[in-house]
């Protein structure tokens, strides 16, 4: 989950922005209770994953994070209460009481699940379009500390990754192949000794006596502007308009031409800023 | 004003017996290029911690005597206060760099000292133009090369122009290419921006030429502080581990003055009549033609005739949606063979390997063996699982290793030698012994003595069967046991030949003994060609 540097407009836009684009999709997902509004919003993520050149990215995420869907549809059908269309009963579950799997409870697990889903892609996407080194740079001029404590981690996670496959391919190569557990203690030693070569790095480039930084003057691009104005009306459509659907006692909504309008208007307000295609190198 | 000024320092890291540095007395003055020789352990990286700061300030022990740099008392001033005057860059590139983007990394040090954006945009740029990395500065510094990696953290520690620049085997995992860059660099920075530079390197035939001074440590102490001939010939007297080739084969023909560079050798070499007149050797008529002779490569074509013991058949490896790292590569060889692999970082020198090794599978082509192969990767360290030398090998292997006497040691507290020669051990422990022993730069931070015993062991391994195949960046060492080497780029198999008809009459892919005497007949180390004058044969006249 690291920063991939791409050109694309939203990598072209402040971090801030990006921050607030991918909040926004975010936040839409939460206002949102209708299934069709939230499977059109993972789309709208893939589709900002791969104009952003991080589709495959995104896509790796919304497939790990299926299994965590299915589990919470499972897990909602077995322990909800609410619903009034019973599917099949289970009859007595001990301590769980009667089980009884509803097609409301089934429906709202998987309504759960897709804003799981969304959260997860959105994620990915962030990780990958918003610069880190800018949003701590920001972040420094609050807490500083705390901000550099979050720029080792970003760097020291990627680090110590490549260290344990290193670790590991190395102990491939022993005739007699270590133990796991010896393994593992390798692993977190090296990483002990990493972070203490970290913490010297810093030490001489001054970071015991940094002071806090300069704020930076940056021109608001034409990319800031189209991303502010696309999470603004992502967020306004989702709270002002929302697409009314109930899921208990019964399912009570449907998609018409309102459900799908507001669909094709969030996906009109989410990827209308990649369109402008000029400055968006870096 | 003294750049760096030590009296009487005495310095024992925590928990340590014996201490690191022991009663010195230095003066460093400003602008001087100085060059720290010495073997391993001999307080190097220890006086380099003291003049950054680290040492005491970071890694804590009992400090005695007093130091001051750049005019800073270091009991009051620890390495964040010292950074403002001292830049450090230490051997591993990949720990250096603590952000993002490149850009980041080099406006982080000027950021900690509260300068104003504009300096920090302006002092960015500078640098970045500097080291010829502004095209790098948009760079995520995942993505670089270990190499570019090196250049941006030189750059970090050079962003607000540093009036001490400390350097801990800067060259190490840099390839011949990259590695005369970056002291050209050095040179240039001393030369122009008036920087004081203090550095510490085995490779003495590479820096010596651009050093002022030299200040040889043994055991914590100056056991020679000269101008580079003088410390040279203090080396041939008292140290040989840290004479370098040139310097050598000079003092082997009974010459004076040792000489610091390849420039000088010659100079010394013509005027003792030696050398045919003032013209370089490799711009003469036919110096392009083969060596007409040599031992290895008959050697070399002897071995090659065997069955081969390792087989690679036209092996790709193709990245998906990215470049081949290996393009075709096919090579065969035969038990008893020691081949080196030469090139740029970035040619495929490791990939080849992890693939003979069976780490990785090719995207087309094969690898075949005849046995096990024994692979050994870069860091010796990752194989150690243990908190004892002795639990990390059965008895048997410790003794047929020579590393019993250090059995109850932990593996990260011996020597770079001791490391390898334990990593050697591991792979190569158990039966059937390893038909094909694979090597991946395996004299990092290694001396002199370390290399040669490590060349020995790998012409012994050879010799009772084992295909030997190392890759490395080290010409001397090269030439110090291989009897075949290939060079890559690209990831492809360039040149394959006898390493006296590779390693010769180049400029980077070359022994310094080589470039002395312009490749001519094949000869690479101050032996060799000592060795053929004693056999009678004028051996730089013979070339004309």
């Known amino acids: 989950m690291t920063y991939l540097l791409r050109a694309s407009p939203l990598h072209a836009a402040r971090a801030s922005v990006a921050a607030a684009y991918c909040a926004s999709l975010v936040t839409a997902a939460f206002l949102s209770p209708h299934p069709l509004v939230l499977g059109v919003l993972a789309l709208l993520i893939l589709c900002a994953g791969l104009m952003c050149g991080v ?83 920001s972040l420094r001029r609050v807490s500083f500390r705390s901000a550099l404590t979050a720029t080792i981690a970003t760097r020291m996670m990627p680090l110590l990754a490549l260290d344990a496959r290193r670790i590991g391919d190395a102990q491939r190569c022993r005739p007699r192949p270590a133990g796991r557990l010896a393994v593992m203690r390798a692993i977190t030693a090296n990483a002990l000794d990493r972070s203490l070569d970290v913490a010297a790095t810093l030490e001489v480039r001054g970071y015991g006596s940094a002071r806090r930084p300069a704020r930076a003057v940056r021109a608001r691009s034409r990319h800031d502007l189209a991303f502010a104005v696309s999470a603004v009306a992502i967020v306004v459509l989702a709270a002002a308009w929302p697409a009314p659907f109930a899921y208990y006692p019964t399912i009570a909504g449907s998609f018409d031409a309102s459900a799908f309008a507001h669909a094709g208007a969030l996906g009109l307000a989410a990827l209308a800023p990649f369109a402008q295609r000029r400055g968006i190198s870096r | 004003m003294n750049a760096l000024e030590l009296d009487s320092v005495t310095y024992s890291y925590p928990a340590a017996r014996e201490p690191a540095l022991s009663d010195l007395t230095l003066e460093i003055a400003e602008g001087e290029f100085v060059v720290l020789a010495g073997g391993s352990a001999a307080g ?97 510094t995942v993505d670089l090369s270990g190499g570019e990696l090196q250049r941006v953290a030189l750059g970090a520690a050079l962003a607000g122009r540093p009036r001490l620049l400390v350097l801990d085997e800067p060259t190490s995992q840099l390839d011949p290419v990259a590695g005369d860059e970056l002291l050209a660099l050095l040179r240039r920075l001393n030369e122009e921006w008036g920087t004081t530079i203090l550095l510490a390197e085995h490779r003495l035939e590479r820096c010596l030429a651009a050093a002022d001074r030299v200040i040889a440590l043994d055991r914590g102490a100056v056991a020679c502080d000269a101008g580079p001939s ?57 110096a392009d033609r083969p060596a007409r002779r040599s031992w290895r490569s008959r050697r070399a074509q002897g071995s090659a005739a065997a069955e081969p013991t390792l087989q690679v058949r036209r092996v790709w490896h193709e990245l998906a949606g990215g470049r081949s790292i290996l393009a075709g590569v096919s090579i065969a060889v035969a038990a008893g063979e020691r081949v080196v692999l030469l090139g740029r970082n970035g040619a495929g020198k490791s990939t080849l390997l992890r693939h003979i090794g069976g780490l990785m599978e090719p995207t087309r082509g094969r690898v075949e063996c005849s046995g096990r192969v024994a692979l050994l990767l870069q860091n010796p360290g990752d194989y150690f699982v243990h908190d004892r030398v002795g639990d990390e090998l059965d008895a048997a292997a410790l003794r047929d290793a020579g590393l019993e006497a250090i059995a109850e040691r932990h593996p990260r507290d011996c020597s770079g030698g001791e490391r390898q020669r334990l990593a050697l051990a591991i792979v ?21 003595l370390a290399k040669k015993a490590l060349a020995d062991q790998l012409v012994e391994r050879s010799e009772l069967g084992a295909a030997v195949v190392v890759a490395t960046h080290d010409p001397e060492f090269a030439a110090a046991f291989a009897t075949r080497a290939v060079l ?34 094949g000869i690479l180390t101050a032996a060799e060609a000592l060795e053929s004058l004693a056999a009678g044969a004028d051996v730089l006249e013979s070339r004309t």
Request: proline letters at 6%.
């Open chain 2, 488 to 521: 890559l780029a690209d990831g492809r198999i360039v040149a394959d030949a006898s390493p006296s008809e590779l390693l010769s009459g180049g400029w980077y892919f070359a022994t310094e003994t080589a470039r002395i005497l312009g490749g001519h007949d």
């Open chain 2, 230 to 286: 003088g410390f040279l010939e203090w080396a041939h007297r008292h140290e040989p581990g840290l004479e370098t080739p040139g310097a050598a084969l000079i003092a082997g023909l009974g010459l004076r003055p040792a000489p610091a560079g390849v420039k000088q050798a010659r100079a010394t070499l013509r005027a003792a009549g030696l050398l045919p007149d003032a013209e370089a050797p490799h711009e003469r008529p036919g």
């Open chain 2, 428 to 448: 190569t422990a158990g039966d059937p012994p390893a038909a094909v022993l694979c090597l991946d730069e395996p004299t990092r931070g290694m001396d002199r």
């Open chain 1, 55 to 137: 589709g495959s990215r995104v896509a790796r995420s919304l497939w790990f994070s299926l299994p965590m869907g299915v589990a919470i549809v499972l897990v909602n059908a077995l322990v909800a209460r609410e619903g009034l269309t019973v599917l099949v009963r289970l009859g007595d579950g001990g301590p769980l009481g009667q089980l009884d799997i509803t097609l409301e409870s089934l429906a709202f697990g998987a309504k759960e699940a897709l804003v799981l889903i969304v959260i997860v892609a959105v994620a990915a996407l962030a990780s990958a379009v918003i610069d880190p080194d800018e949003v701590l740079r």
């Open chain 2, 44 to 140: 190097k990286s220890t006086l380099l911690g003291v003049a950054s700061g680290l040492v005491p300030h970071f890694h804590g022990g009992r400090f005695d005597g007093s130091a001051e740099v750049c005019g800073m008392d270091l009991r009051s001033h620890g390495p964040a206060a010292l950074a403002s005057d001292v830049g450090t860059l230490f051997q591993d590139p990949e720990t250096q760099v603590v952000m993002g983007t490149v850009r980041a990394e080099l406006a982080f040090p000027l950021e900690n000292r509260g300068h104003a954006a504009v300096a920090v945009a302006r002092g960015v740029e500078e640098v970045a133009l500097a080291l010829g990395i502004e095209s790098l500065l948009e760079r995520t």
